[in-house]
């Protein structure tokens, strides 16, 4: 998935350095990352495009699992990278 189109459809200009450390840890790590940061400082952005970059788009396997405290957070945090291709993306709860 191209990031620079999510980011234009986003209106995103350049990513803020919290996103752009969290980039950094994700693609750096074979484990699991936590980012911890103030609501409202681009958290769900900073974890949605690493992992797009990350997914197979033509494989069918489970490849991410992000877990919410609840459905309403749950439906957010699937929207903004996720909009253009449903088949990724799945919740229950």
Known sequence: MDIQ???TKLR???LN???QHAAEAIFGS?????????T???????????LVQL???????VQALVITPGRELAD????????DVPRWT????
């Open 55 to 61: 997914l197979d788009a033509a494989s069918d396997d």
């Open 17 to 19: 350095e919290m996103q």
């Open 76 to 83: 957010f945090a699937r929207q903004p990278v996720t909009a």
């Open 5 to 7: 189109k999510i980011l």
């Open 90 to 93: 799945n919740i229950a709860c």
């Open 40 to 50: 409202g400082t681009g958290k769900t952005l900073a974890y949605q495009l690493p």
């Open 30 to 38: 074979d484990g699991d990352v936590v980012l911890l940061s103030p």
């Open 12 to 14: 995103i200009t350049a």
